[in-house]
């Protein structure tokens, strides 16, 4: 045989050899999906929201649920009905070191305190990780968390769903057709907390329920005694394990102003929080819970997006935005019943939308514009809207590291999460205090001054203790 029969014989050989070992999805039958094209993975966080993040990533059996985790057995009855195949785990830890090579991507939707510790021992491994918002606990940990993605080279989704949908991308186009000009004023407000938050913590001293593994649920905690006034919603409220209303719903209600304007990291940030009187003159002081509502005000630098400062306020607790003068006094902004909102105040007009961005709205000259009279659709949209963020993320997964887009991706997720924190960095800082009683002396009662690139106030001292906290013995980034 010549030298160039040989090089048609091995071609054409390898050629039968691919089409007998990889089947078009045609002939295997309408609708049929082969193996090989399903994401294999594993969920940590089996209830509540870690129960609708797994189904909606699984999508009715496109893709492969090989193990569910959850340090609480009562939280995972509803899904090991639905997932009778998967490998049920308590510890992540085992799970990872038992299924890492079986799995391609992981899901984390546990408690606030322990995001960073089990999205960081995924990607090490190499895994794709979708975790839920906030991105992690403190602001440290979302630096870190964003560097160790783009180390790795994995895709990465954070959980904040309003981000894929229609709401935000119509904003942005608005916007871009400079139908409000250039924006100096935002303000955002949600009717959260809506657990008990403002309290003293609750007696402690129960016995564990023996469905719960209360250590590994603590994680990187310092160790208390179980108290079930913490299980399984009301640790929000709580600085060691969750973020209170603006780790709840900040995430949500920020990012169309975030995206609109390009903006990233605050140059300083302030605040006032709401007291409680049990007692004539003297406030409750409870410096490990979040306060019952509070008041933040950031501002930020123009943008190429928006060549203006801008200076964004929150609101939480019951507290609202003032109605703006251009928007008619008998019209509700935001959320049909005004409990979540954001406002974006520009030199030509006035823009309003709800949680996820949706329900967007322009008002000018003391009326709302008509939706025909404002720029069309330009940009691309994620199939299914919010209700896609998952899936988004899925097929990302499968197509490999930078090959498709994503909505919140950690090199996004992580500065925007960095400034939602910078909140309660300065609500904990408000509530530093000399002495007691009537006498106290509150000492961080100012405007802090914040230095990005190195993660530090830059005018007050005592409030970088709330940039990374203490990990309990045993537990480490």
């Not at 969920?43 to 193990?67: C, F, P």
């Not at 564990?208 to 179980?226: F, Q, T």
């Not at 322009?362 to 069309?376: F, I, R, S």
């Not at 899925?394 to 939602?420: I, L, N, R």
Request: glycine share 10%; charged share 25%; with cysteine.
């Amino acid at each position: 045989m010549s030298n160039h029969s040989r090089r048609d014989f091995i071609k054409n050989a390898s050629v039968a050899a691919a089409s007998f070992y990889i089947v078009p999805r045609h002939v295997l039958g309408k609708g049929y999906q082969a193996p090989s094209d399903k994401l294999n993975i594993m969920g940590i966080g089996g209830g509540g929201k870690g129960y609708s993040d797994i189904m909606n990533s699984y999508n009715k059996g496109a893709e492969n649920i090989v193990a569910v985790v959850d340090v609480d057995d009562r939280q995972v009855a509803r899904i090991k009905k639905d997932l009778p195949k998967a490998n049920f785990y308590k510890d992540f830890r085992t799970a990872l070191d038992k299924e890492g090579n079986n799995i391609d991507a992981v899901i984390v939707s546990t408690p606030d305190h322990t995001h960073a510790t089990i999205a960081m021992e995924a990607m090490r491994r190499k895994k794709h990780v979708y975790v839920q918002k906030p991105l992690a606990h403190d602001i440290y940990e979302a630096r870190i968390i964003a560097e160790k993605a783009r180390e790795m080279q994995v895709v990465t989704q954070m959980g904040n769903q309003g981000s894929s949908g229609d709401g935000v991308r119509t904003m942005i186009e608005w916007f871009d057709g400079g139908v409000i000009g250039k924006v100096h004023s935002v303000q955002v407000w949600t009717n959260r907390p809506v657990w008990p938050q403002g309290i003293k913590y609750p007696s402690a001293g129960f016995e564990v329920p023996k469905e719960l593994d209360w250590d590994l649920w603590l994680g990187p905690a310092k160790y208390r005694e179980y108290n079930p006034a913490l299980l399984p919603f009301k640790w929000r409220g709580w600085w060691d394990y969750g973020t209170g209303a603006l780790g709840d719903m900040g995430c949500h209600l920020l990012d169309p102003p975030f995206k609109v304007l390009g903006i990233r990291d605050a140059i300083d940030v302030e605040c006032s929080v709401g007291s409680v009187f049990l007692n004539d003159w003297v406030p409750e002081w409870i410096p490990e819970g979040c306060p019952p509502s509070s008041m933040v005000t950031l501002h930020y630098g123009a943008t190429k997006r928006n060549p203006s400062p801008v200076t964004l306020t929150w609101y939480d607790g019951g507290l609202r935005a003032p109605h703006p003068d251009g928007i008619p006094s008998t019209e509700t902004i935001g959320d049909p019943d005004g409990s979540n909102g954001v406002i974006l105040i520009g030199s030509k007009g006035i823009m309003t939308c709800g949680t996820y961005g949706m329900y967007p709205k322009v008002y000018k000259n003391g009326k709302q514009v008509p939706a025909e009279e404002l720029p069309k659709a330009k940009l691309s949209r994620v199939v299914g809207g919010d209700g896609g963020h998952n899936t988004q993320w899925v097929e990302a997964c499968k197509a490999g590291f930078g090959k498709m887009e994503v909505s919140s991706p950690f090199d996004y997720a992580g500065p925007f999460t960095e400034s939602v924190l910078m909140g309660n960095l300065a609500i904990r800082s408000y509530m530093l205090r000399e002495g007691e009683g009537r006498t106290a002396k509150y000492i961080g009662r100012q405007k802090l001054n914040w230095d990005a690139t190195n993660m530090r106030i830059t005018n007050f001292d005592p409030a970088n203790q709330f940039v990374r906290r203490e990990y309990r013995a045993g537990w480490t980034l």
